[in-house]
T-cell receptor
Framework: GAVVSQHPSRVICKSGTSVKIECRSL??????MFWYRQFPKQSLMLMAT?????????EQGVEKDKFLINHASLTLSTLTVTSAHPEDSSFYIC??????????FGSGTRLTVV | DAKTTQPPSMDCAEGRAANLPCNHS???????VYWYRQIHSQGPQYIIH???NNETNEMASLIITEDRKSSTLILPHATLRDTAVYYC????????????FGKGTKLSVIP
């Protein structure tokens, strides 16, 4: 079945630094990738949708200059959290697919900003 | 996409069937019902989806009422590894592609 690899699984960074999270579709080409954020004891919240070769579409309230998304190929999308602060600490999850669901999700990245 | 309502939590004895309900009374004709689950600190896992007919796969069965206003996910023989948050999502078959997650049902399988 379709596999989505997300790396790293955990990262701790200092406040003010940037962190890059990778999302790869291993055995299929993904025209669309989604990035979600999940705070403790809450549901997943969609941050942005990225289509290969075009700019990402961000959900209302998500700062595009803070959360940089690049989807340069059909198998790789990256999310860069710039100038991270403690309030950015969260569980970040990507999913990938081609047009219609069901989509495959990555295993998530636990970001802790200290 | 139509809104869904699920109970916040349920318990199920190990080995018994787990029946997870979902209400989607405002569903429209071209909207599918998707079920995902999320085990603690992992990404969501796809389970099953359907439009109007009942569906079954190796993981679960999906029963959709005739009026499509509600559905039930059935795990036939729950194990401890089925403890997770289960999300019922209704989504149009065309147009926007994203899946919007609600609060889901926390299923606890009890030994």
């Amino acid at each position: 079945g379709a596999v989505v690899s997300q790396h790293p699984s955990r990262v701790i960074c200092k406040s003010g630094t940037s962190v890059k999270i990778e999302c790869r579709s291993l055995d299929f080409q993904a025209t669309t990738m989604f990035w979600y954020r999940q705070f403790p004891k809450q549901s997943l919240m969609l941050m942005a949708t990225s289509n290969e070769g075009s700019k990402a579409t961000y959900e209302q309230g998500v700062e595009k200059d803070k959360f940089l998304i690049n989807h340069a190929s059909l198998t790789l999308s990256t999310l860069t959290v710039t100038s991270a602060h403690p309030e950015d600490s969260s569980f970040y999850i990507c999913s990938a697919g081609n047009r219609e669901p069901p989509y495959t999700f990555g295993s998530g990245t636990r970001l802790t900003v200290v | 996409d139509a809104k869904t309502t699920q109970p916040p939590s349920m318990d199920c004895a190990e080995g018994r069937a787990a029946n997870l309900p979902c209400n989607h009374s405002t569903i429209s004709g071209n909207e599918y019902v998707y079920w995902y689950r999320q085990i603690h600190s992992q990404g969501p896992q796809y389970i099953i989806h359907g439009l109007k007919n009942n569906e079954t796969n190796e993981m679960a069965s999906l029963i959709i009422t005739e009026d499509r206003k509600s559905s039930t996910l059935i795990l036939p023989h729950a194990t401890l590894r089925d403890t997770a948050v289960y999300y019922c999502i209704v989504r149009s078959g065309a147009g926007s592609y994203q899946l919007t997650f609600g609060k889901g049902t926390k299923l606890s399988v009890i030994p």
